[in-house]
């Protein structure tokens, strides 16, 4: 009696997943495309445009379909692999930078499949700076938000002659407007001596380039390592002349 319950038990589990699978193969598949904005941590558009985006069934998540593999009835069909990721280009529009997505989604349902997405650089993942790399997708979603990544763009010998060249227009204003203006005004207004009139009107030009650097690198860079750099060398040169008016003891 035994051995029968047990035989009846395995072929009632049988019929049951091979009736999970017909089920999970018979259902209508429909192609949902959706737009996968990515920004860098400083909320810039990823400019790395040689990244792919990766997507694929979410493992976790597999076993709800009842079946290895979905596909719609397009020509050429669009289709997804359990365990395998499709790729898709970057590209760019006015608002930034994106990936077009052809997800697949039950035609004649609204329940989703969820997805694991990712943004690869030469075969490898860049990390999330935030929120979860899973998205559930049906044939009612909205166009998901843009994704932060935890790097930032990399800056681009354009970047560098735009910043130079800020800072040299930046440097010839402050020369016109505040060191000669300044320099005259202490000079012959206020009758302050040669030497005190130089320095501190040296010790004002390099703080206005110190506020420039600061602005410009801010506010075109964002918070980065080279945007430090930038600040702290444009800083240091003007701590440095500030020691050594103190040092050389020359007073208005």
């Not at 009835?73 to 669009?78: D, F, I, K, T």
């Not at 997708?137 to 909205?142: G, M």
């Amino acid at each position: 009696m035994r051995t029968r319950t047990i035989v009846r038990l395995v072929v009632l589990l049988i019929l049951a997943t091979c009736g999970s699978v017909v089920q999970g193969q018979t259902k209508e598949y429909q192609t949902k495309t959706l737009k996968q904005y990515w920004l860098d941590q400083n909320n810039r558009p990823w400019s790395d445009l040689t990244c792919q985006m990766a997507v694929r069934i979410d493992p976790q998540h597999a076993s709800n379909l009842g079946t290895e593999e979905i596909s719609n009835e397009a020509q050429p069909p669009s289709k997804y692999e359990v365990g395998k990721w499709r790729l898709f280009g970057l590209k760019r529009d006015e608002r930034g930078t994106y990936a077009d997505v052809e997800y697949l989604v039950y035609k004649d349902s609204p329940d989703p499949i969820t997805y694991q997405i990712e943004l690869q650089r030469n075969g490898r993942s860049i990390t999330f700076a935030f929120g979860s790399s899973r998205i559930d997708v049906s044939n009612d979603t909205v166009p998901p938000k843009a994704i932060n990544l935890i790097e930032s763009n990399k800056i681009s010998l354009k970047d560098w002659l735009f910043i130079a060249g800020v800072l040299l227009v930046g440097l010839l204003l402050v020369y016109v407007l505040i060191f000669r203006w300044l320099f005259n005004g202490l000079l012959f207004k206020r009758r302050w001596a040669v030497p005190g009139a130089e320095h501190f009107t040296w010790s004002m030009s390099l703080l206005m380039m110190l506020a420039l650097a600061v602005a410009l690198t801010l506010f075109y860079l964002g918070p980065r390592l080279e945007t430090w750099i930038i600040i702290g060398v444009m800083g240091a040169f003007w701590l440095l002349h500030g020691i050594v008016w103190l040092v050389s003891g020359k007073e208005a």
